[in-house]
């Protein structure tokens, strides 16, 4: 059985997080792991006042240092339970019949990478719990995610809906292709209603558009694509909108245009501000 892996920290996203994930586990038959990271900045290590105290008083405040630093890790390690526990609740009600849960002290990245072999694709909310939500920040562990990762990342929307329209921001490359091909291949998307947008200058990308609006009639779907002028991230944003998408598709940039991309504008906007869930292919 196929794994979806699917990152948590028990934050506002959690469960749309969880309906996202038994969506995907419902469409392609596959069990969920879910990961609970305890990073290094959740844990407090006690400071060393002894320069400025005196021995024996600079010797029972650390006393008391290590123990408080050692109830907080007591804490994070109680509270990471419970949202694991409350996580495999949620998503064994949401009827997902294969639910794994893990604990890992250390970077959500380096969790990920450990257990993403032979995972499907991993689930993670566009914000986390130390997100800043009024000014709209996207959780600093999704762009190391997305930047990491070399399977499919789903980032799930503030609210799960049922996904019955997707679109495809294509522009043509290697990782868009991917995309094109995944929604042709997999089982994910089939039955819903597909379309393509192409950003682009008349004629640019327009052979490969066709191409890929080909493919996808291929694997059954009615495909409307449309080639568009202006600035991607408004343009592609303003289509979601307009078109009542319920699921945005992109390909997610190679090695060579990641930090431009993802640390960059077109991509960043693009998640901040669509108010729906984004598959992103690398």
């Known amino acids: 059985m196929s794994t979806i892996l699917v990152c948590t920290d028990g934050s506002q996203y959690a469960a749309s997080i969880f309906q996202h994930a038994a969506w995907v586990a419902e469409k392609s038959g596959a069990g969920v792991h879910v990961l609970h990271v305890i990073e290094r900045e959740e844990t407090h290590k006690p400071a060393d006042l002894t320069g400025s105290l005196g021995f024996d008083a600079g010797s029972e405040l650390m006393e008391e240092l290590v123990k408080l630093d050692e109830a907080h890790s007591r804490v994070a390690r109680l509270r990471g339970k419970a949202v694991l526990e409350d996580a495999a609740r949620q998503l064994k009600s949401a009827g997902v019949a294969e639910v794994k849960t893990t604990q890992r002290h250390g970077s959500v990245v380096e969790t990920v990478e450990e257990f993403e072999t032979g995972a499907e694709l991993v ?52 990782s868009a292709l991917k995309a094109i091909h995944f929604a042709a291949s997999n089982p994910l998307l089939k039955g819903a209603q597909a379309h393509l947008v192409a950003v682009g200058k008349e004629g640019s990308p327009q ?3 066709e191409t890929a609006a080909t493919g996808l009639r291929g694997a059954g779907f009615d495909v409307q694509a449309d080639l568009l002028s202006g600035h991607a991230d408004d343009v592609i944003t303003a289509e979601v909108e307009k078109r009542q998408i319920d699921l945005l598709v992109m390909g997610a940039y190679g090695h060579s245009r990641i930090r431009r991309l993802v640390i960059g504008s077109t991509t960043t906007s693009i998640i901040r501000t669509c108010h729906v869930p984004v598959l992103l292919f690398r």
Not at 127 to 140: I, M, N, T
Not at 148 to 158: D, E, G, N, Q
């Open 207 to 209: 052979r490969e558009l």
């Open 123 to 174: 689930v993670i909310g566009k914000r986390g719990e130390h997100a800043d939500f009024s000014k709209g920040h996207l959780g600093s562990n999704l762009e190391r995610v997305v930047r990491s990762a070399k399977i499919p990342v789903l980032v799930a929307s503030r609210a799960f809906r049922p996904i019955q329209k997707f679109l495809v921001a294509f522009d043509g490359g290697p």
